[in-house]
């Protein structure tokens, strides 16, 4: 049985955070805050001592367009961020492209195939994996 996106987005999360040393979780949980039933993660975290919240948005489609909405979406809820919030998107595969245009604009971001790059003030986290290819035969 497949797993709903929301609950691999939680575990992809919580194991980029057990990978940080600096990072201890507090809480992270699954809302609906909207009548789209559009989910977020929120998670709640200290690193080194300071807490700071992950607001992460679920996007089926990892492409540029989807970063560029996460980071609209980001910009008309700035005056509710504060330094302790991070803007996190989570999709099941993140293109190239879209992984250059988040890092270019600040925007943190994890995939469902382990890629990764979190910065959360005193602490800078990236992760590339290189998709397995078949073996060449002979």
Do not use: W
């Amino acid at each position: 049985m497949k797993k709903c996106m929301e609950v691999q987005a939680v575990e992809a999360l919580k194991a980029l955070l057990r990978q940080v040393s600096a990072v201890r979780v507090r809480d992270i949980k699954i809302e609906s805050p909207g009548p789209r039933h559009r989910k977020e993660i929120l998670a709640q975290i200290d690193v080194y001592g300071q807490h700071h919240i992950l607001f992460c948005k679920l996007k089926a489609n990892g492409q540029p367009r989807n970063v560029q909405m996460v980071l609209g979406e980001s910009r008309k809820r700035a005056p509710q961020f504060d330094e302790a919030i991070t803007p996190v998107l989570i999709a099941p595969l993140l293109s190239v492209e879209a992984q250059a245009l988040c890092r270019r604009r600040r925007l943190c971001f994890l995939d469902l195939e382990g890629n990764a790059h979190l910065e959360l003030n005193e602490v800078f986290f990236g992760k590339r994996c290189v998709p397995l290819q078949a073996p060449v035969s002979h």
